[in-house]
């Protein structure tokens, strides 16, 4: 751990907002010793990677850690990356170019699942990373015409899609791109955490019969 320390404080800069003092959980320690704790801490809050321990999926999915690796950690964020990684049961791991990238070209790694919508990313990325990301996908109302967030239009009976007017702005109005009607955003945030929850019904659940009536109840969501 002394040889990886200087390593780590290396990274200590992704830090934009301190973590709650550990005295607040009950950890008493030196004064100088509580500041290094507190520093490792936070490199390991804001920049280890989660890995699988070896073994079958079974077992593994019990067993994820968090592992820091110094140069992938100093990768950007980006909610279109252009790389994906790769650990292998020795824990190497492996940093692979999604999509050709040029010399001098950023490179960029997603810290959050990329089949969430704008409004989960960048509250994860808030909660755990301390930033707010205003990335080109998450300035776009239709995330690069993905429209992951997007919901269809109840007044025009699905013929459009409905979309935040400005998508960093968690109260902003959203706005159908047929009709034009306007949603207030606790509407739509209502409606998607109501189909979030149906969701995890079903995965609770091994019923066909539960599948299909939590299908025909999403399709009817307004």
Not at 21 to 50: A, T, W, Y
Not at 153 to 168: F, H, I, Q, T, W
Not at 184 to 193: D, E, I, P, Q
Request: proline residues 6%; neutral net charge; hydrophobic residues 35%.
């Amino acid at each position: 751990m002394p040889a990886l320390f200087p390593g780590l404080c290396s990274i200590c800069g992704a830090l934009q907002k301190p973590l709650p003092p550990l005295k607040n959980i009950g950890v008493v320690l030196p004064e100088d010793d509580l500041e290094i704790v507190q520093r490792v801490c936070g490199v390991l809050d804001v920049n280890s990677f989660e890995v699988r321990a070896p073994g079958l999926p079974s077992q593994a999915e019990h067993l994820r850690l968090r592992a820091v690796y110094l140069q992938a950690a100093l990768m950007a964020h980006h909610c279109v990356a252009n790389t994906h990684l790769a650990v292998d049961d020795n824990f190497l791991i492996t940093v692979h170019a999604s999509v050709p990238i040029s010399q001098g070209q950023p490179i960029f790694f997603n810290y959050t699942n990329p089949l969430q919508g704008t409004s989960e990313r960048r509250e994860h990325l808030h909660e755990g990373k301390y930033f707010d990301c205003t990335c080109s996908r998450c300035r776009d109302p239709t995330e690069l015409g993905t429209y992951m967030s997007s919901l269809k239009c109840v007044k025009c009976r699905g013929k459009g899609l409905v979309s935040p007017v400005e998508a960093l702005k968690e109260n902003s109005p959203w706005e159908c791109n047929q009709c034009g009607h306007y949603y207030s955003a606790l509407v739509v945030h209502s409606a998607t955490a109501r189909g979030k929850d149906l969701l995890e019904d079903i995965d609770k659940s091994t019923s066909c019969t539960s599948y299909r009536n939590v299908r025909t109840t999403l399709l009817t969501i307004k």
